[in-house]
């Protein structure tokens, strides 16, 4: 996938974001040769596999000015990284377990001056602040997930849907969906993307 093939999906972009988007892979290139983050194939699908699949969040949610957004497990910056150039004016804070996948993602934020976001090495766990949003790719399974963030939510929403959890997922999720015991809503990405890769993806929204 071109930049322009990934731009045409969000024509309001400016000229700052564009350059930010096009800047990714030569970043993630020069530090995943250090610190490895995103496996070597999928450095050279990075657009789709990892920007613009990270972008199916901001298809479900537009994010408020002023909002603030918790990534819990974002490891080389996914979907944080991308979802922070796409809303400048929201405050994101993105957390991994593994300090040195934290170091790519301070690297890359302050090369690209993301002043909306910041980083850290944490569990979700032990994260004490509360958020609009909780967003998250790859980490676990719902039903272990859910009871890190549960009650990590600010109690005032502003936005289409009350504060809550936006996982993206892939593949058959009723079994993992049912032993949650959660109710959830399930938005699948096909609807706004045409690129095989989002088939069977989802962004699975749990209200906080
Ligand atoms: C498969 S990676 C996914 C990384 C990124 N979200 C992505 O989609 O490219 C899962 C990440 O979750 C992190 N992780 C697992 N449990 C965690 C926890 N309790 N708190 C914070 N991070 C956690 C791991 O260190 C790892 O970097």
């Not at 969906?177 to 096909?190: D, F, H, P, R, T």
């Amino acid at each position: 996938m071109t930049s322009e093939q990934l731009f045409s999906y969000f024509p309001q972009l400016s000229d700052t974001q564009k350059e930010q988007f096009e800047r990714l892979p030569q970043l993630y290139e020069l530090w995943n040769n250090q610190i490895n983050v995103i496996s070597r194939k999928d450095i050279d699908q990075l657009f789709e596999r990892h920007v613009l699949h990270s972008l199916g969040i901001a298809k479900v949610m537009p994010f408020l000015p002023g909002e603030k957004v918790l990534d819990v497990g974002t490891g080389g910056g996914f979907p944080g990284i991308p979802l922070a150039i796409m809303f400048p004016e929201t405050d994101f804070f993105l957390v991994d377990s593994i300090g040195k996948k934290i170091k790519v993602v301070q690297e890359v934020a302050s090369a690209l001056g993301l002043e909306n976001l910041r980083a850290a090495h944490s569990r979700a766990e032990q994260v004490n602040e509360k958020f609009n949003f909780v967003v998250s790719r790859a980490v676990t399974r719902l039903k272990e997930f859910h009871p890190w963030i549960k009650n990590k939510y600010t109690k005032q929403s502003k936005n289409t849907l009350p504060n809550g959890l936006l996982y993206l997922k892939g593949g058959d999720l009723s079994e993992e969906i049912a032993e949650s015991g959660l109710k959830v809503k399930q938005y699948y990405l096909k609807d706004f993307f045409k690129e095989e890769f989002f088939d069977t993806k989802q962004v699975i929204y749990v209200k906080g």
